[in-house]
């Protein structure tokens, strides 16, 4: 067991280029008497809440950390799955820290400062959904990033042993993340049964997105098949434009300098 814990720390280290030797960016004092970080912590106290057990004190400090130091990417509903399930695999403060902000600009193209009218997802994706329904091009690529992508897919996945199998698919490229994608429109279509005659096409789809998966062979299975059958051209949208334009607003135009870190076991999630 520890073994395998090992290794797949190592494994995620090497996709998210973390260096055990680099240290943590620092934290100007006042920064916690902000407003921006007041605002940002009431949304943070409401949604530990909702998770399981999180040592809160050691979330919000990463947390701080990450939005003082990446302002045109700070905290947001929805990351919190991201640490949940990361704390199970990096288990020092500093990886962690490197491995959530790795991880939030992974994802950043698929949360909510992409406009609405710009659409991330191959077009084969969207084409999966429309065997069955008529949904709207933007509407499909808006929901299914906000619901799955953004998050990791920690909604659709819930059982973090499971999601970690997950992510050691995922976090390799965004092509494994498309095709993890199509493997749960699949599922969710082939698992649709008796469909009220009166249930709009828009409903249908909110079912398949809000589909979770909880047994460990079903999640195995839906893995292969992502691997196995689909196929899809990776669309990428960039955002460079969009992180120049955050960076220039809130005046970040450097990295922040890097004090040294503390290792220590930062999140008791259980």
């Known amino acids: 067991m520890y073994r395998c814990m090992d290794l797949r720390e190592r494994q995620w280290k090497q996709m ?13 004092g006042d920064y916690a008497h902000t407003a921006t970080w007041i605002d940002l912590k009431t949304v943070l106290n409401v949604d530990l809440k909702r998770m399981p057990k999180m040592h809160a004190s050691n979330v919000t400090k990463i947390v701080q950390r990450h939005a003082a130091t990446t302002p045109w990417h700070p905290y947001t509903q929805g990351h919190l799955y991201i640490i949940y399930t990361m704390a199970h695999v990096l288990r020092d403060e500093r990886s962690l820290y490197w491995g959530y902000t790795h991880a939030c ?14 659409t991330v997802l191959p077009d084969k994706l969207y084409g999966i959904v429309c065997r069955k329904l008529n949904v709207c091009r933007n509407l499909f690529d808006t929901v299914l990033r906000m619901r799955w992508l953004y998050v990791l897919f920690g909604q659709a996945i ?8 997950v992510w050691d698919y995922v976090l390799k490229n965004d092509d494994n993340m498309y095709r993890m994608c199509a493997s749960l429109l699949e599922y969710a279509m082939d698992n649709e049964h008796d469909v009220h005659p009166d249930k709009c096409h828009l409903e249908r789809f909110s079912d398949y997105v809000s589909i979770q998966i909880h047994s460990d062979v079903a999640v195995a299975a839906l893995i292969a098949d992502a691997q196995s059958k689909h196929t899809l051209a990776c669309t990428r949208l960039s955002t460079s434009t969009l992180t120049s ?8 135009t450097k990295l922040p300098t ?11 999630a259980s």
């Open 16 to 28: 998210m280029h973390i260096d055990a030797h680099r240290g943590l960016p620092h934290v100007h």
């Open 105 to 118: 600009r992974f994802v950043h193209r698929y949360g909510p400062d992409t406009p609405f009218d710009d």
């Open 158 to 165: 819930p059982n973090p042993a499971s999601l970690c199998c």
């Open 245 to 252: 334009r955050r960076r220039a607003a809130t005046g970040q």
């Open 258 to 268: 890097v004090a040294p870190g503390r290792r220590q076991r930062v999140l008791t």
